[in-house]
């Protein structure tokens, strides 16, 4: 039999829909600004196959470039798969030849050595190029235009890294790309690879160091002076993957660390802080230098957010017992021992975004999503199983919080910033909202309309301005970027 197993992974929001389409001319509610004008990519995973194993996790799927773009208020549509190796083993075959995720014990033997990475978690555009990335290999490199698989990207043949974050951080005046690879040297290693790419695409750093236990890395953050890895106990281990098991287990009694250097500086000038026991965080919203303090603004939960990663470390809790907040964690550098001070910054949620010219500074909004408990049941689906239903806005300084619902049952993902013209125009977001097709609970989970939302960025509160209506259920993203126009005219790839 090849059968989706009926788990969380694979229904609701995550039931594989596996189709390479093109769409011309959406149907568009409203009136698209005429200056948004470029290409909204994400990040789809999507088994191709049906898994080898029943307990298989969303993380694991295939990853699919998909594509909103945008010209003189039209929209197309366009998603493929990323052409990994892995895809094009298994293509070949009919059949799902990797086992578990990140766990290469559990594979086909016919595919020993043959890189596992999906990259299935972000789009990143960075001098002229786009790639697909996912932490556990390099990045792919995808023509903007026809969304084809160019191939792995490796800074030509620079990269010593086996690995490539799907969070890299581009500064917005130098245009460097500052990323990282955990795992860099093999699995279950704890070498981290520190590297920077200029503004034109070439590799000028590559540093390796060591962290405490082998951690989930999956986010970091730059200042204008520092680089910055928040750790988090999430750990792997050789011997559990070897007998098949999960490649991460939360520790709930392990402490969490905070490693900074200045982000020019050399690996050895790294100052190790040590942070709460047991917390977790995917992503950080930003950092940014305050004098001697830095602060660093991150999406903090109580245990880790994912229940297979908790599960195999031996925790038993509800989805929704877990506790978290927007949360600020600030050091004084000046100090020869700093202590992390902690303070609330906004109600719970993921997924944070930023204008891209405040990366690394001094901000005054952020956006992200969050459980709106009023917002009727969650869809299910999404990495964690069910799916968020707002849109916050956060004003770090103040505190001041505004938001977005969507209609009951709905789901919304990540958005994506596109930046205005009019430097007092706050420009506008753009999410993926899913749209159940009848009455919460009187449908099928699988059974609903996605339409991508366009608001305006500082009046969420208003609603969309205009719903583009794709007349398909997709299936969830992880994240998205936008690329201007200008940029695409510009790409390295024709
Ligand atoms: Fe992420």
Redesign the pocket.
Known sequence: MIAFPQTIHFIGSNLPRRTEISIRNLEVEGEIPAEIDGAFFRAVPDNAHAPMFDDDVALNADGMISRFIFENGHVDYDIRYVETERYLAEKQARRALFGRYRNPFTDDPSVAGVDRTVAN??PVWHAGRLFMTKEDGRGYEINPHTLQTVGKWDYYGALKSETFT??PRVDPVTGELFFFGYEAGGLCSRDIAYGIADANGNLISEQWFEQPYCATI??FVITQKYAIWPIFPTTADLDRLKAGGAHWAHQQELESWIAIMPRYGKVEEMRWIKGPPGVSA??EVNAYDDGDLVHIDMCLTDTNAFSFMREAGGIQREQQSLQGAVTRWTIDMSKADPQIEERPLGPPGDLPRLADVDQGRPYNRAWYVSMNPQGGPPMLGGPVGVNFNALVRLEPGNGRVTLMGVPPGAAISEPAHVPADDPTHGGWLMSVVDIPNGPPGQSAPHDYSSELWIVEADNVEKGPIAKVRTGLALRSQ??GSWVSRAKLDQSQVR
């Open positions: 978690t972000t799907a969070h999956h986010d995917f992503h992880v994240h």
